[in-house]
Structure formats: C-alpha cells, structure tokens
C-alpha cells in the first residue's frame, strides 16, 4: 500500500460543510491548504461536504464560495471550476457511496450492527465503570446468519460499521511525528447509517482516494479520525476505489479563544462575517491568521501573502495551540491598510462612505474632499469601517451630536476660548499651518497650550474629541462651514 511521497504531484484538499456562517478556525484551514497547494505548484480540491440535510443549507453553500472569493482562494477543481472527478458536492455522489459500501460489506471489510442505542449506552456504561475503553464491543462482528435472520425478524434496523484491523496504526504525522494507535483505542465505527445514508466517515475518506489526495491538512480535533480513515484508505484500495495511496496528514493546532478555550464558531469574534463587515483586509485577516501555528521569521509578523507562499511549507506548523488575539489581528491589518497605495486605499474605503454604513445623503458626499483627506485617514485606520466616522463631518450639514465629546471638551471658559479662535481663524489663511498659528495664539491669550486649546474647535466642528488631523481637515472643510460651526457651537454655549 502505498503512501504519499515527497516526488508526488501536490494534491490536497479543502472540504468545508455548508452550516452557518464560516469561521476563522475553518479560513485558517484553508489558507494553510491553499498556500501549500500553491507554494509546491499542486492542486488545491474544493470540495462540499454537504450529506447531512438537516444542517447544511444553499445559503450557507454561496457564503462559503463568497467567502473563498473574497479572501482571494483559487481553487484547481471544485465547484464552478469543474475537474476530472466532478462532481465536488458530497450530496451529488450519493449512489458511489452507497456502491462502495455494498463492496466493503462483500469483501469482509464491513458488516452490519444490530444493536440498539440502549445496548450501546449500557454496554459504554459497563467498561466505563470497569475501566476499559468504552469503544464499539464488536458485538457483531462475528454474527451468524440465523442470528442476523433474528434480528431482522424482530425488525431491527442496522448501521455499517467499518471492521478495524486487530494491530496497532502508526504513522507520521507532519506536524506532531510519529504516532501509534492501538486497536482498543480505535474500534470499529459507523460508515452507513441505519436509513443508508453514508456517513463522513465513509465519504470522505473515499473521495480522498478517488480524487489522489497527497495531503490532508486539517485540525487537530479531527486527530483521533486518523487512524480510522487510514484503516479504510488500505480497504478501499484492496477492492480498487482509488489509486491505493494513503495521504500524509498533518493536524493543524487548535485555536485558543477565552480562558484556555477552544475557539469555537459560536464565539463571536469567531465569524468570518465580523471581519468582513467591521472591514478588515482579506490580505490582513489571511496575514494574522497565517501566523495561528506559523510564522515567516522569528522577528516579523507582517508580511504579504504571495511572501507566505513562497515560504510556507508544512514542517514550519507549530503543534502548541495558538490563541487568537482580537488585538494583534487589529495592528496587522492596520499595517496592511497602510500598505496599501491611496488609490486601493480610496477603492477599498467605497462600501462604508455609500449607504447604508454612510450617514450623509448620497449628493452630499464630495469625492475631491475625501480624496484629499485620504491620505491622513489612512495612516490612522484599524479597519476600513473606520473611516466613516472619520470623514462625517465633511459630509453632514452639521456635524455629529456626541454628548459625551462635548462635555468633555465644551469646560467653563470654552466660549471665551471659541470666540478668539474664531476671530483669529477668520482673518488667517486658509491652509493648514496658518490655521494652526490661529489656534495656537488664541490659546496663548487664554494660557492654554495647543493641544487645550484645539478642543473645542475640534468638537465645534466635527463633533468628536479624536478625529483626523484638526488643521488639515479645517483647510478642507473650508472657511464658510469651519465659522459657522463655530458659530453654532457658540450659541449652544450661551443658552
């Protein structure tokens, strides 16, 4: 029986269930199969894992493909794409499945179950409390037909399970070394459920051989699996489903969430779909993720991802769990949006300045002004949403009523203050340094410093504490709307 060797053609796959909304665990997944398809010049295979109907849903299939797209995933055969072992949705292949497991039953590599869920749970029970492993018995292993005649007379229905081999299964994986399971650890399982509907343990393992996987890259929770799918790898070969070769695997480390956890899709910075909508970069979120079990060099984080590719190989992975960093994942893609050219910059920031994330009435927005004040809005940037905020002032008729900035800034003498200003700002040239000197002399009058004293212009005219550069946005906000804020700002103040 053959294994996947290093001379073989890269071939791995990337095989998600269409069930609610993709996770980052499941993005990270695909970034490492991805890159090392295309860091060893292989074949990435997208394939659906769609056999459970009470779960998997049409919507959540066309996220999935949206979410490939916009993370910039290419795949070599799969949906859309075609190939030679279309079709590439599980729920399409169901009469092979069924074909497959007819031939391991007449082999001897399968037989059927009888027992009730009761029996089992007993049985689990009983082991338990003796302290043996509480695995399948293989109560029915050896039964004979006037035996299965019974059962069936009675009305039993009956599961396909698959028949372990009585030795242990060692093999290497690329990530954690060598591993060994013996055979009371690994017990015969289900293939076929009692309505003959195949089970991911059958299908994916023999769509695995059809289609010469070389390499399975998967998460370490699906470790004790292994074993299993390599015991049905050599069976499906002996009855010629498949190639006869058996993938490597490397077990991908867990991704840590809160308090030592496993992060799971139900925690909510887990959605792919936060990140997209809060506007983080796909190159970003890739990079950080990449960096879950990874790195490029040990004194660098940020990096692109055709600089992944060319460095990413497999024995690179770390087997320690990787926590996830809200944080760390926010200052990459910070970087990534500084990285960007204006021109991409003011592209990528066109979903949050039109509704409904805009606030401004569509005429009202003025693109020479936002392009002009790009360039500042970029250097300050963790995620693209940020930039409505940002730029809101210009485009509003008045500027946002943020209470608690006012109060903040609007402190007994901020009248007095905002009258100078204003005076001093109506006689200066209208650019940014005159501006600054403006402000700078009105605070002087009033024995303030800069910083004390371009608050409450800040807040008169924009409404907000923090914001882009003060004098810079004012030169382009212009004379006539920066004095009549003022103004407003002044009259609020006397009531």
């Known amino acids: 029986m053959a294994s996947a060797s290093s001379s073989a053609p890269v071939r791995v796959r990337f095989c998600p269930s269409p069930t609610g909304n993709p996770h980052v665990g499941l993005v990270r997944t695909a970034l490492f199969n991805w890159a090392f398809a295309r860091h060893h010049g292989g074949t990435l295979v997208f394939r659906i ?14 996220q999935l493909l949206g979410a490939m797209r916009w993370l910039g995933f290419d795949w070599d055969e799969g949906p859309e794409v075609g190939g030679p072992h279309a079709p590439y ?24 179950c009888y027992c009730t869920a009761e029996e089992l749970e007993e049985r689990r029970e ?37 028949r372990m081999p009585d030795e242990p299964i060692t093999f290497t994986d690329l990530v954690r070394g060598e591993l060994t399971f013996t055979p009371e650890n690994v017990t015969d399982y289900g293939i076929v459920r009692a309505n003959g509907a195949p089970l991911y343990t059958l299908v994916n393992p023999v769509d695995d051989a059809l289609m010469e ?24 070969a002996e009855i010629g489903v498949g190639g006869g070769l058996v993938p490597s695997f490397g077990h ?77 994942a926010e200052a990459i893609n910070a970087d990534h949006i ?18 409904p994330h805009a606030p401004w ?25 940020d930039i409505t905020a940002n730029v809101d002032f210009l485009f ?12 903040k800034a609007m402190k007994p003498g901020a009248d007095a203050l905002l009258t100078t200003a204003r005076a001093k700002l109506a006689e200066a040239e209208w650019a940014a340094e005159p501006l600054k000197e403006a402000v700078l002399a009105a605070g002087e009058e009033h024995g303030l410093k800069l910083g004390k004293a371009q608050a409450p212009v800040r807040v008169a005219v924009t409404g907000r504490t923090v914001g882009l550069p003060l004098f810079e946005s004012l030169e382009i906000l212009g004379r006539e709307r920066t004095l009549a804020r003022i103004d407003a700002a002044l009259a609020k103040l006397a009531v």
């Open 126 to 162: 009983t082991a338990r409390k003796e302290g043996r492993p509480s695995g399948y018995d293989g109560a029915c292993r050896t039964l004979t037909a006037e035996q299965i005649a019974a059962y069936e007379a009675e009305g039993r229905s009956s599961i396909v399970r698959f």
């Open 213 to 236: 996987i070389t390499h399975v890259l998967r998460g370490e929770d699906l470790l004790s699996s292994t074993p299993r799918q390599i015991a049905l790898y050599r069976a499906l």
């Open 338 to 355: 500084r990285m960007l050219d204006v021109k991409a910059f003011i592209e990528a920031c066109g979903p949050w300045l039109r509704a």
């Open 252 to 328: 991908l480390p867990y991704v840590m969430g809160e308090g030592n956890k496993k992060l799971s899709k139900r925690d909510p910075q887990s959605s792919l779909n936060l990140y997209r909508e809060r506007g983080f970069l796909p190159e970003g979120l890739l990079n950080y993720l990449s960096l879950l079990g990874w790195s490029l060099s040990a004194d660098r984080d940020v990096f692109s991802i055709d600089e992944m590719v060319a460095a990413f190989d497999i024995d690179g992975v770390n087997a320690n769990p990787a926590r996830f960093d809200l944080k760390k």
């Open 396 to 407: 509003l008729d008045e500027p946002v009523a943020d209470e608690a900035s006012w109060a």
């Open 89 to 112: 949705r599980q729920s399409q292949r169901m009469d092979l499945y069924r074909d497959v497991a007819e031939k391991l039953l007449e082999a001897g590599h399968a037989y059927r």
């Open 49 to 62: 894992e769609d056999t459970d109907a009470a779960r998997d849903s049409e919507e959540s299939y066309e």
């Open 361 to 385: 009435a569509p005429e009202r927005f003025d693109t020479a002004a936002f392009e002009a004040l790009a360039p500042l809005a970029q250097t300050r940037l963790t995620v693209l949403s």
